[in-house]
């Protein structure tokens, strides 16, 4: 998967690649990260937001109170003629002092971030580097990053890390697979390098699933429970949120809309193949378009979508209108609520959302068209970042 993706996942919590879990430990693992992502809770709110039945909440409750993972405070005193009975306390996480750290490997940058024990930012760096024919060279950088970032807050000891690769993960293996995408990965296990660089527990997903479980926890997608995720960048890959849990595939490979071939198109694709949808859609592509048209224009200015005028709008309604074809047949196939874009290209905003919603309501069934939305990311850029921040602090937290 590249950097345009389509993700499915699940509001309680991103699982491990590899990790099965019995509903009881699933049921108590959610009801923490509701906790986690709110200002705290009570039962009673933990079942009208679940639809469980208060026993099960209650027994998963016990259960994290016993374990230490979250601490329960007595509510403001009720006023008079409120009623009698025990007084209601919130649930909050336990106060704990470790951080986490997450690092999104794009094809031409590394982006690391360390964070509190909830996931928040308390600093980041970023550079730009070619990742995709260097892995260890990309690896060596993420872990001299960390290491900076972790000197200059002083923080000794991190507690989880969480890594995503613009690319296919065996989910069985944890052996990056694919030839001709990362070709310097092949046959590596990304988890077990930045382990050995780090001393560090890792884990790694595809960036478009991690970007995803960003905007479905801190974003756009967080209104939703079924959605597509579309990470338009330098490639183009995919992850599919369904029931807000993640569909990964038999092996973790699902996703790959980057490489779906267009008639009529002989562009070379970093596949091998001629046609592919990234090689037609990445956003250097489209970017040298407006730049074709405006040659007097600054680079931040393409960079960030500030170039706006008839021309401009015309190549973006375009390049909306060409993956919202692709993506009709996604819709037709999984009846999204909505279509979530992000990536670089999704900081280019209305002309580029205009075409994709053009060419669903060309190409998928009316009903199907009707029912969907589709809008930008709210992290833009972040989201694989945020994604994978909120990955390790639940991970961590277990």
Not at 371 to 392: K, N, P, R, Y
Request: overall charge negative; hydrophobic content about 40%.
């Amino acid at each position: 998967m590249g950097e345009i993706a389509v993700a499915t996942l699940y509001s309680g919590h991103m699982p491990a690649t590899t990790q099965r879990s019995s509903p009881r430990t699933r049921t108590r693992d959610d009801l923490y990260d509701l906790i986690r992502t709110s200002d705290g809770l009570t039962r009673a709110e933990l079942v009208d937001a679940t639809g469980l039945s208060r026993s099960t909440v209650n027994s998963a409750v016990v259960r994290l109170l016993d374990a230490g993972r979250v601490v329960e405070s007595d509510l403001e005193e009720k006023g008079p003629g409120s009623g009698s009975g025990r007084p209601a306390t919130r649930l909050r996480v336990a106060p704990k002092s470790s951080h986490v750290a997450g690092v999104d490997f794009g094809h031409s940058h590394i982006y690391v971030a360390l964070a509190d024990a909830s996931g928040e930012p308390v600093g980041e760096q970023r550079i730009e580097l070619d990742v995709d024919l260097d892995a260890a060279g990309a690896m060596d950088v993420a872990a001299d990053l960390l290491a900076r970032l972790q000197r200059e807050h002083d923080v000794e000891r991190v507690s989880q890390l969480v890594a995503g690769i613009p690319g296919p993960l065996d989910t069985l293996t944890g052996l990056v697979r694919s030839p001709t995408i990362l070709s310097s990965w092949v046959g590596l296990s990304p988890a077990d390098e930045l382990t050995r660089r780090t001393g560090v527990p890792v884990v790694v997903e595809n960036d478009a699933v991690l970007g995803a479980y960003g905007e479905l926890r801190r974003g756009a997608g967080r209104h939703y429970e079924h959605f597509l995720y579309v990470k338009a960048s330098h490639g183009i890959g995919a992850s599919i949120v369904i029931g807000r849990a993640p569909f990964r595939g038999s092996t973790g490979l699902a996703g790959e809309i980057g490489h779906t071939r267009l008639p009529g198109h002989t562009e070379m694709c970093r596949c091998g193949n001629r046609g592919c949808l990234e090689a037609v859609l990445s956003v250097e592509t489209v970017r040298e378009q407006i730049r074709h048209a405006h040659p007097g224009a600054a680079e931040e200015d393409l960079r960030v979508g500030r170039v706006d005028d008839p021309v401009t709008r015309r190549i973006l309604d375009e390049a909306g209108r060409t993956l919202g074809g692709v993506l009709a047949d996604l819709c037709n196939l999984l009846n999204p609520e909505a279509v979530v874009v992000g990536g670089e290209l999704g900081l280019y905003g209305a002309p580029l959302l205009e075409g994709i919603r053009a060419a669903v309501d060309r190409h998928a069934q009316p009903a199907t068209a009707a029912a969907l939305e589709v809008v930008a990311a709210e992290l833009g850029t972040s989201a694989e970042l945020v994604g994978a921040l909120q990955t390790a602090a639940t991970a961590a937290a277990r």
